[in-house]
């Protein structure tokens, strides 16, 4: 929301930075990895890219060819973002209002256009120099959720699905307004020379699930993301830009929109300018223009009537951040708390610290993959099950019922609020817990109880719940009733 991201790229930021405070460090607006900054700075705001580590990046990628995977090769930590690649996601959901006001819309056209805005809204939230989201390591998974102004409220699962090739597996629901997204982000980085590629496959689904068709089948988006390109490796000003295609497609509107991301050229154009035109899938037939730049302002023009006006403007949205639950309460294997040593050093910028705590965490991903493979055993993710393309990953879990009903669903399957409980199942793969609930094994036996303290798992232990002792979650967006309040045990061995 990228990534999520926004599922939006594996590369990221936006002009090159213009603060008072990153100026006054370098005449370029870079600052040397390492060299303290003012207090006020944002770390994710500098470019450490200049003199030594231009010098490391040239060193790796001297080695390669142009078309060369870039998916195994280790990057120094001074170009890292203090964020997941699951969390980054997120970023493509902080602007919650337009969907909800897209779901609202009884106007087809209309509502499609909203389903436009809401998407496009996101891409303007990244650091303002190059960084690179923290790769995922198999199993990791990142959770959280927003409490909205209309008293409605947002959840988020995500999980590292798979490692080669990478992919994101993510769902997000507001129940109250029957909205669900579920998408897989599965990039593929490319050495280009002076440029890096990351080519951003996969998809996201935006379902209305209360707008249905004569056969009951929900209205259905299914939105594709840019490629980003990292610009400037090897010489001149490094840049990122999105270029290609964004497709956003909704049959049952028999409408669609593919948006071009334009790439500046050496003498004229832009950054970060688009242009497409809604169309009828049927036809071709175009009914509007929408056209701008994702990081200002993107116009729509009603190409029957010839009226032009904005359809978004980054310097009057507003922002709706998530909220995660406290490290304390994490497992080992949750983005934050796995990756807390290497954030902690970046925002400090010590980068050989970082370096140190990444390959620790890495290392030890290794280990694991080579003992699965000398046992023959295959890696299965806990919270998705498998499902056909462009997906590949949905949520193991079928969420039906009032919006009650699904939000204790939902909060059943991985701790989402502060202070719930893993649940002794937890380590299953959710392809199994999918099958006991088929079968009616796992209906009251893998709820999470809620309580007012939460012990966060050892790295390698197996979460567990305590039998008893429980006391009701203490007020958390007012949904501690939806919560259930006690759990057998169980038994069923993995």
Avoid at 117 to 140: C, D, Q
Avoid at 339 to 351: C, G, I, N, Q, S
Avoid at 404 to 431: N, R
Wanted: with cysteine.
């Amino acid at each position: 929301m990228h990534h999520h991201l926004n599922p939006k790229a594996l590369f990221s930021g936006r002009k090159e930075s213009t603060s008072p405070q990153t100026q006054a460090a370098s005449g370029s607006g870079a600052v040397s990895p390492g060299r303290p900054l003012d207090s006020s700075t944002n770390v994710e705001d500098v470019d450490e890219l200049d003199g030594d580590g231009q010098n490391i990046i040239m060193g790796i990628i001297a080695q390669l060819r142009p078309g060369a995977d870039l998916s195994r090769i280790t990057l120094p930590t001074f170009i890292l973002e203090r964020k997941s690649m699951l969390e980054r996601i997120t970023n493509s959901l902080q602007h919650p209002t337009y969907v909800i006001e897209a779901h609202a819309t009884k106007d087809p056209m209309q509502r499609f256009i909203q389903v436009v805005k809401w998407y496009h809204s996101g891409w303007h939230i990244t650091p303002k120099a190059v960084k690179k989201p923290l790769n995922p390591i198999l199993g990791e998974f990142f959770t959280c959720y927003w409490d909205y102004d209309d008293g409605s409220h947002g959840y988020y699962i995500s999980e590292q699905t798979s490692h080669h090739p990478p992919k994101s597996s993510y769902f997000y629901m507001i129940p109250e307004h029957n909205i669900r997204v579920d998408g897989t982000l599965a990039p593929k980085s490319r050495f280009l020379g002076n440029s890096a590629a990351s080519l951003m496959e996969g998809a996201t689904i935006l379902k209305f699930l209360d707008i249905v068709d004569a056969k009951g089948a929900p209205e259905e988006y299914e939105i594709t993301s840019p490629n980003a390109y990292a610009r400037g490796i090897l010489f001149g000003r490094l840049k990122y830009e999105y270029c290609d295609h964004s497709i956003i497609k909704c049959p049952a509107l028999d409408l669609t929109l593919d948006l071009d991301f334009k790439a500046k050229g050496f003498i004229s154009g832009t950054y970060n300018a688009f242009e497409g035109q809604i169309k009828k899938i049927s036809t071709g037939e175009a009914f509007y223009d929408v056209y701008g730049k994702w990081d200002e302002i993107i116009e729509l023009k009603n190409l029957k009537t010839g009226e032009k006006s904005v359809l978004f403007d980054v310097t009057k949205a507003a922002l709706h951040p998530p909220k995660v639950r406290p490290i304390a309460e994490q497992a080992a294997t949750e983005s934050r708390r796995l990756w807390e040593p290497v954030t902690d050093a970046l925002a400090k910028r010590d980068h050989t610290v970082a370096t140190d705590e990444k390959f620790k965490i890495e290392d030890k991903q290794r280990t694991l993959a080579k003992e699965r493979e000398e046992h023959g055993v295959k890696f299965l993710p806990k919270l998705f099950k498998p499902a056909p393309a462009p997906l590949d990953f949905i949520l193991y879990k079928d969420l039906h019922g009032t919006p009650e009903e699904i939000t204790k669903e939902i909060l059943s399957i991985v701790p989402i609020l502060p202070g719930q409980q893993f649940t002794k199942d937890f380590e299953m793969s959710g392809e199994k817990k999918y099958k006991l609930e088929k079968s009616g094994q796992a209906s009251s036996e893998t709820q999470p109880t809620a309580t007012t303290t939460a012990a966060a798992p050892q790295a390698g232990a197996v979460p567990t719940t305590p039998a008893n002792g429980q006391t009701p979650l203490a007020k958390t967006s007012d949904l501690q009733e939806a919560l259930p309040t006690e759990e057998d045990e169980f038994h069923d061995a993995q």
